[in-house]
């Protein structure tokens, strides 16, 4: 991390609630990701703290945050609910448009919140630039997969059999510019060695290409 990389710890308010995050931008950023971690998981997962590092080594700005309360992660039914967790995104997507850098803006999400992401994105086709999905689970974004537009990644590992076949229809169901990527040997938490080393760079290429060239319209000028 060099001296001009901008850390914050910051609170994103919402109508009825405050989602605690970090953001992370480093110097001549071309976009920004915002993180959607899957059930049971935080803004400290190490597994998607790792993969922000490799998206900021490639110029990319990350905002890790906690779509639920600590009080809300309890509740299982809360952790699997997909609207409510996209909707927290949504919050954190239109902070990040409020902000003044105004960096295109890029979804990464893992498990479930790889789900929310997509419902999401459908939700903001005009600001959502690209969306990176790792061991996630698309299929359950249900029917709101034909409506994504942003070009998406759905990243697998090849020993996630079942994953891997959720994937492969959702990526049927996609109608938007879309990639499979199936990392050999990797299990569904990408824990073998290399693997997720293989998905962050697969994430950051994806990101480069679609918000590298990219702005919001009157973002700078």
């Given amino acids: 991390m060099t001296p001009e990389t901008t850390i914050l710890e910051v609170e994103i308010p919402g109508e009825d609630v405050t989602l ?29 703290r790792f ?4 998206l900021h ?3 990319l700005g990350t905002l890790l945050f906690d779509l639920l309360t600590e009080e809300e992660s309890q509740d299982r039914a809360r952790v ?3 609207p409510l967790l996209a909707e927290r995104l949504l919050v954190a997507t239109d902070w990040l448009v409020g902000r003044s850098d105004r960096l295109p803006i890029g979804y990464f999400g893992a498990s479930t919140g790889a789900a929310a992401a997509l419902v999401a994105a459908a939700e903001r086709p005009e600001l959502v630039r690209a969306v990176v999905s ?11 997969l034909g409506e994504v537009r942003a070009p998406t990644l759905l990243i697998v590992g090849g020993e996630d059999h079942q994953v ?7 990526a049927h169901a996609l109608r938007c510019p ?16 290399g693997t ?19 702005e919001l319209a009157g973002a700078r000028s």
Avoid at 28 to 48: Q, T
């Fill in 196 to 214: 997720l080393e293989a998905a962050a760079q697969h994430a950051a290429g994806w990101f480069r290409t679609h918000l590298g060239a990219r």
């Fill in 134 to 144: 790792r061991g996630g689970r698309p299929d359950l974004a249900g029917t709101r």
């Fill in 80 to 82: 699997f609910d997909i």
């Fill in 51 to 54: 993969v922000a590092e490799v």
């Fill in 164 to 170: 891997l076949q959720l994937n492969r229809a959702a």
């Fill in 20 to 48: 605690a995050g970090t953001l992370i931008i480093p110097p001549r950023a071309c976009g920004i990701v915002a993180f959607a971690h899957g059930s049971g998981s935080s803004r400290f997962s190490p597994r998607n």
């Fill in 178 to 193: 879309k990639q499979l990527v199936v990392i050999p040997g990797a299990t569904h938490l990408f824990e073998e060695s």
């Fill in 57 to 59: 080594a490639a110029g």
